[in-house]
């Protein structure tokens, strides 16, 4: 399953972001973002159900971030509003191909190149 990250950039605190995750279409059971900032863990952003029946936020992404699926074009969104520089890192698209939505990343088993997204101050 290739998935493809894109839609990252560079924006100023208060501005938004859109990305996106090309996928091939194969159902899995759970899609998410992760992300990764410069000598840190990767730290989970959000996740959904294939069927989009569920949805689960981190609490730095609640109320900021939205993640959704277009089955039309195989691609999940992350959107991002109301970003703060602590949001620039490297974003990650993940899929997960059995289970319940799940926050650390050894759970998921497939994985797009990412994307950089850097908020200036």
């Known amino acids: 399953v290739q998935l493809q990250a894109s839609g990252g950039g560079l924006v100023q605190a208060g501005g938004s972001l859109r990305l996106l995750c090309a996928d091939s279409g194969r159902i899995v059971s759970v899609v998410g973002w992760f992300r990764q900032a410069p000598g840190k863990e990767r730290q989970f952003v959000a996740a959904?159900?294939?069927?989009?029946?569920?949805?689960f936020y981190a609490d730095s992404a609640k109320g900021r971030f939205t993640i959704s699926r277009d089955n039309r074009n195989n691609t999940v969104y992350l959107q991002m509003n109301t970003l703060k520089p602590e949001d620039t890192a490297t974003y990650y698209c993940?899929?997960?191909?059995?289970?319940?939505?799940?926050?650390?990343?050894?759970?998921?088993?497939?994985w797009g190149q990412g994307t950089q997204v850097t908020v200036s101050s």
């Open positions: 993940a899929q997960r191909r059995i289970g319940g939505i799940a926050t650390t990343s050894d759970a998921y088993d497939y």
């Open positions: 959904m159900t294939w069927r989009g029946d569920r949805k």
